[in-house]
């Protein structure tokens, strides 16, 4: 069982930045960022493959956020600028051996574990 921990929510102006982190009690293969929004369904934000270190973002982020992970590759990150309020929302860690792998690793079905999430809210 992978424990995810997430922190480094909270409020900020639209414009701004915010970077969040998720520790996990140990490495898996796919790592990934997903956002809800009240009335809205799970989104897949961000995904890293540990092994390889390559990415994907969905496009309403491209050029914006960025997914990276510390040397131990336990701590993964999302350093989100020039937030938007459209950016308002609880934001999911995930894990998972094979999601990257699957060719779908933006979409919440693939993953096993789940953070209790943090609240990101971004002001106009």
């Known amino acids: 069982q992978v424990q995810l921990e997430e922190s480094g929510g909270g409020s900020v102006q639209a414009g701004g930045s915010l970077r969040l982190s998720c520790a996990a009690s140990y490495n898996n293969n796919c790592r990934a960022w997903f956002r809800q929004a009240p009335g809205k369904v799970r989104e897949g934000v961000a995904a890293i493959y540990t092994a390889a270190g390559s990415t994907d973002y969905a496009d309403s982020v491209k050029g914006r956020f960025t997914i990276s992970l510390d040397d131990s590759r336990k701590v993964v990150f999302l350093q989100m600028n020039s937030l938007k309020p459209e950016d308002t929302a609880m934001y999911y860690c995930?894990?998972?051996?094979?999601?990257?792998?699957?060719?779908?690793?933006?979409?919440?079905?693939?993953?096993?574990?789940w953070g209790q999430g943090t609240q990101v809210t971004v002001s106009s």
């Open positions: 995930a894990a998972d051996r094979r999601a990257c792998i699957r060719g779908a690793p933006l979409n919440h079905s693939q993953y096993e574990y």
